[in-house]
């Protein structure tokens, strides 16, 4: 598992990206030890000009 074996290899920290909508996984997560820091959203900037689209959010 990369978050057991990622200080051994000298990461300082290790960066999960979770679906916030799906419960089970991230009680997983949880009981991993991950804590919930952030939350992201994506947007696709066209370079054509026009509109900000959003693609993806989360949490």
Known sequence: MAAATSPVAG??????FADPANATSNALYQRLGFVRLVEFA???????????TQVAEEG
Not at 11 to 16: C, I, Q, S
Not at 42 to 52: K, L, Q
């Open 42 to 52: 994506v947007y696709d900037v066209p370079f054509t000009g026009g509109a900000v």
């Open 11 to 16: 990461a300082m920290d290790v960066v999960l």
